[in-house]
């Protein structure tokens, strides 16, 4: 029987508070485990980056890295869930299972509308999964295909496997192949060829290749961070591309090429993070468009790891929706059933802004069908020293903000507020600057990077207005500043009870246009 993630805490979470009587957080927060309301996050065990995006009919496919016998990092196999709207999610069984000593590692799914893999039957097209293989015993790995009749409940691994051997990878990889992996696969229609993307682990790049079948590759070109003009130094460790064509806002009928992808090191808040290029394709080779380093990070929080979009979108709903893993701290978070969630999903766009590109993202309209109003102001002027809000309760929000800024004002929402627990959002007008400040936001003790002040550029619109919107879970905090050109994702861990809310200023008065508090219910 399917289950979703809304339900009830079972009986199993329940027995497991009692081992946590002495901590700090209420019996509540203990006994759900922290588990948020309308993010996604594993029934059990661990979750790492999503893997396989895709739409299957009137289905969002969720596939992830998972652990299905511990819950840390390892065994890893493709955990599944679906959902019609991207808010409720059915757990599935095991989709690509981690067996004969070959996990199942990052990878991507694309719809073989033709058959050109010859996988498919009269009765029906094949779903391709494409994942790399990764064998503990040497360390190897090699990439595979994976293959679904029946629209993606099941999955039948590719006899023919590898797909792209450790002897192929060789040439093109400084390990030997110890170190190639997440690939990126799609046709590419003005060829008539499959293409994959493959990344290449320490060796800041990724390798593009061809097939006729998706069965035998070609290497075609390496693109590394030499390839990438104006980009920052310092950005490493390159891992999960995901590669697409987008239509650029602003413009009549222009495309960019863009390359996701999740570098180890050199993220504004540190530890990994998510960063895109936009440029042009062949079909063999990505030229990269002079990097605007104020135009580069996805995200500039802490936990926002690994993202991927889902392909396979019908064209009538035309969106491009990425989603990321939250946790970059290992199995240090204070969950004890299940570690790694999803971020909210979101959509990606590129825009054409006074001559240059700049990506802008937010979340899915369908989270609009879940909540209610319970605050609306508008029109108002707040003064340091007045306080907003403070009546207001709740755990899981949708809180929406624009206002004008006085020369020297910050303003500063506090949330999860109670007792000596807060997380700050702030706007600070002189710098033109929102941060997220995590010091007083509850648990901060699992790991020396689970507190400090994360930020991001924000200037105000034509006519002088800041827009945030602040996404606010149990354990979660996603902020979207303006059009969603600065987005900041963070965890937080504050106890049950920590539910108020506050909206001040200092420096200035501000003039409130609007402030809106939903509450999110699934």
């Not at 550029?457 to 034509?462: E, I, T, W, Y």
């Given at each position: 029987?399917?289950?979703?993630?809304?339900?009830?805490?079972?009986?199993?979470?329940?027995?497991?508070?009692?081992?946590?009587?002495?901590?700090?957080?209420?019996?509540?927060?203990?006994?759900?485990?922290?588990?948020?309301?309308?993010?996604?996050?594993?029934?059990?065990?661990?979750?790492?980056?999503?893997?396989?995006?895709?739409?299957?009919?009137?289905?969002?496919?969720?596939?992830?890295?998972?652990?299905?016998?511990?819950?840390?990092?390892?065994?890893?196999?493709?955990?599944?869930?679906?959902?019609?709207?991207?808010?409720?999610?059915n757990y599935q069984p095991i989709a690509i299972s981690s067996a004969d000593g070959i996990q199942a590692f990052t990878g991507t799914s694309y719809y073989d509308i033709s058959n050109s893999s010859g996988l498919g039957t009269p009765d029906g097209l094949p779903y391709l999964a494409f994942f790399t293989g990764y064998?503990?015993?040497?360390?190897?790995?090699?990439?595979?295909?994976?293959?679904?009749?029946?629209?993606?409940?099941?999955?039948?691994?590719?006899?023919?496997?590898?797909?792209?051997?450790?002897?192929?990878?060789?040439?093109?990889?400084?390990?030997?192949?110890?170190?190639?992996?997440?690939?990126?696969?799609?046709?590419?229609?003005?060829?008539?060829?499959?293409?994959?993307?493959?990344?290449?682990?320490?060796?800041?790049?990724?390798?593009?290749?061809?097939?006729?079948?998706?069965?035998?590759?070609?290497?075609?070109?390496?693109?590394?961070?030499?390839?990438?003009?104006?980009?920052?130094?310092?950005?490493?460790?390159?891992?999960?591309?995901?590669?697409?064509?987008?239509?650029?806002?602003?413009?009549?009928?222009?495309?960019?090429?863009?390359?996701?992808?999740?570098?180890?090191?050199?993220?504004?808040?540190?530890?990994?993070?998510?960063?895109?290029?936009?440029?042009?394709?062949?079909?063999?080779?990505?030229?990269?468009?002079?990097?605007?380093?104020?135009?580069?990070?996805?995200?500039?929080?802490?936990?926002?790891?690994?993202?991927?979009?889902?392909?396979?979108?019908?064209?009538?709903?035309?969106?491009?929706?990425?989603?990321?893993?939250?946790?970059?701290?290992?199995?240090?978070?204070?969950?004890?059933?299940?570690?790694?969630?999803?971020?909210?999903?979101?959509?990606?766009?590129?825009?054409?802004?006074?001559?240059?590109?700049?990506?802008?993202?937010?979340?899915?309209?369908?989270?609009?069908?879940?909540?209610?109003?319970?605050?609306?102001?508008?029109?108002?002027?707040?003064?340091?020293?007045?306080?907003?809000?403070?009546?207001?309760?709740?755990?899981?929000?949708?809180?929406?903000?624009?206002?004008?800024?006085?020369?020297?004002?910050?303003?500063s929402l506090a949330v999860r507020k109670g007792g000596s627990e807060q997380t700050f959002v702030n706007y600070t007008q002189s710098s033109a600057q929102m941060s997220v400040d995590r010091n007083l936001s509850g648990d901060i003790s699992y790991d020396p990077n689970a507190g400090g002040v994360h930020v991001a550029?924000?200037?105000?619109?034509?006519?002088?207005?800041?827009?945030?919107?602040?996404?606010?879970?149990?354990?979660?905090?996603?902020?979207?500043?303006?059009?969603?050109?600065?987005?900041?994702?963070?965890?937080?861990?504050?106890?049950?009870?920590?539910?108020?809310?506050?909206?001040?200023?200092?420096?200035?008065?501000?003039?409130?246009?609007?402030?809106?508090?939903?509450?999110?219910?699934?």
């Amino acid at each position: 029987m399917m289950t979703t993630v809304t339900r009830q805490p079972c009986k199993r979470h329940l027995i497991l508070t009692f081992l946590f009587v002495s901590c700090s957080f209420s019996y509540l927060a203990v006994a759900d485990d922290f588990r948020p309301t309308y993010h996604f996050c594993p029934d059990v065990n661990w979750m790492n980056e999503p893997n396989g995006l895709i739409r299957i009919d009137l289905d969002w496919h969720l596939f992830y890295q998972h652990n299905p016998d511990g819950n840390y990092w390892g065994n890893l196999s493709w955990g599944h869930a679906t959902s019609t709207d991207l808010l409720h999610w059915n757990y599935q069984p095991i989709a690509i299972s981690s067996a004969d000593g070959i996990q199942a590692f990052t990878g991507t799914s694309y719809y073989d509308i033709s058959n050109s893999s010859g996988l498919g039957t009269p009765d029906g097209l094949p779903y391709l999964a494409f994942f790399t293989g990764y064998f503990p015993s040497n360390r190897v790995q090699d990439q595979r295909l994976a293959y679904s009749l029946d629209n993606g409940t099941t999955y039948t691994k590719f006899q023919g496997n590898p797909i792209i051997s450790q002897q192929q990878e060789s040439p093109h990889d400084s390990t030997g192949g110890l170190e190639s992996r997440d690939p990126k696969v799609f046709f590419h229609e003005s060829t008539g060829q499959w293409v994959m993307v493959l990344a290449h682990g320490g060796q800041n790049k990724v390798t593009f290749w061809t097939s006729p079948d998706t069965k035998s590759w070609t290497w075609q070109s390496d693109f590394t961070s030499s390839s990438i003009s104006g980009l920052p130094s310092g950005i490493t460790g390159w891992e999960v591309p995901d590669f697409f064509e987008l239509p650029i806002q602003g413009t009549a009928s222009s495309t960019a090429w863009v390359l996701m992808l999740t570098p180890a090191n050199g993220s504004p808040a540190g530890g990994n993070g998510v960063l895109a290029f936009t440029g042009s394709f062949d079909g063999r080779v990505f030229t990269a468009n002079l990097v605007d380093p104020n135009n580069l990070w996805l995200d500039y929080g802490r936990d926002w790891d690994g993202a991927m979009s889902w392909e396979n979108v019908p064209a009538s709903d035309g969106r491009r929706v990425v989603a990321a893993v939250m946790n970059s701290y290992g199995t240090n978070p204070p969950t004890s059933t299940w570690k790694g969630m999803l971020s909210f999903p979101r959509t990606l766009t590129v825009q054409q802004f006074n001559g240059t590109l700049r990506f802008l993202q937010q979340p899915v309209i369908e989270l609009h069908t879940v909540s209610g109003l319970l605050v609306d102001i508008a029109n108002k002027t707040i003064s340091p020293g007045q306080t907003l809000l403070s009546t207001t309760n709740g755990i899981a929000l949708d809180i929406t903000m624009s206002f004008i800024p006085t020369a020297g004002s910050t303003l500063s929402l506090a949330v999860r507020k109670g007792g000596s627990e807060q997380t700050f959002v702030n706007y600070t007008q002189s710098s033109a600057q929102m941060s997220v400040d995590r010091n007083l936001s509850g648990d901060i003790s699992y790991d020396p990077n689970a507190g400090g002040v994360h930020v991001a550029k924000l200037q105000p619109d034509a006519t002088g207005a800041v827009q945030l919107r602040v996404l606010v879970d149990t354990c979660s905090l996603e902020v979207y500043g303006g059009q969603g050109e600065a987005v900041i994702s963070d965890l937080i861990f504050p106890s049950s009870t920590s539910d108020g809310l506050a909206l001040t200023a200092s420096g200035g008065d501000l003039y409130l246009q609007s402030v809106q508090v939903r509450e999110v219910a699934l």
